[in-house]
């Protein structure tokens, strides 16, 4: 089953269950009526319900239904965004992406090219540098990237390390110290994905597969797309 039909499947689910609600609602009205009807066709003459008695019953009712009525709209609503969501997921397949993390691939496709990755800056920064690592946590390059604006920032390595040889294939790690004078600005750390399906099911809505070399991920964590 493809994505769109798993979507159609959920709101066909939904619709179902949200006709069962409502037939459990239209019974509850319809059992007070029947209450209400034979409580006054049996009060005692000598002491009637009073009409404010009766208006109060008739408003709790009515507040009911309207809760119930505004909950089924709520439910559409959302039902139409997940939909929504699964749709923008799915036009994401084949495409790459920078999501958190802190990774870097080097000869992924069999040559020395490493992957893009990426850093937000809580504040501009009048000096950034980012620290290269390898596996066993050994520093292979350091770049100086000088002044670097807020927001999401992409950018790349060359592979190169510090004395000037090509850095092996395998997997790395970024680190970044980003410093305006003397006060530390914060960074978040992105790195480089390709999207190749998209999962169901879970309750935070559609998730995106990276490929298992990275936990799949929400359209929410993606900060830019490539």
Known sequence: MNTIDTAVLNQTNQAGANQKIASGSQEMRD?????????????????PME???????????????GIESLNDTMQTINGQMEAAKTM???ALIGRAVLVPGERILVGNEGVGDATPFGMELSAPAESVKVN???????????MDL???????????????????????????????????????????????????????????????DL??????????????II
């Not at 009409?51 to 239904?65: G, W, Y």
């Not at 290269?132 to 350091?142: A, K, P």
């Not at 510090?162 to 600005?185: C, H, K, L, R, W």
């Open 31 to 47: 059992n007070f009526m029947t209450l209400l009807v034979t409580q006054l066709r049996n009060q005692d003459p000598l002491n």
């Open 211 to 224: 490929g298992g070399i990275l936990e799949p991920v929400r359209l929410e964590d993606i900060r830019q």
């Open 146 to 208: 000088g002044a670097v604006g807020s927001g999401p920032q992409q950018f790349s390595w060359d592979g190169v390390m510090e004395d000037g040889s090509q850095a092996p294939a395998g997997a790395y790690n970024f680190s970044i110290e980003a410093t305006n004078g003397d006060d530390v600005v914060t960074a978040e750390r992105f790195n480089y994905a390709q999207v190749i399906a998209v999962s169901m099911g879970h309750d935070d809505g559609p998730r995106l």
């Open 51 to 65: 009409n404010n008695e009766m208006t109060s019953q008739l408003a709790q009712i009515n507040t009911v239904s």
């Open 88 to 90: 923008q997921a799915s």
């Open 132 to 142: 290269i690592y390898n596996t066993s946590g050994m520093l292979v390059r350091r």
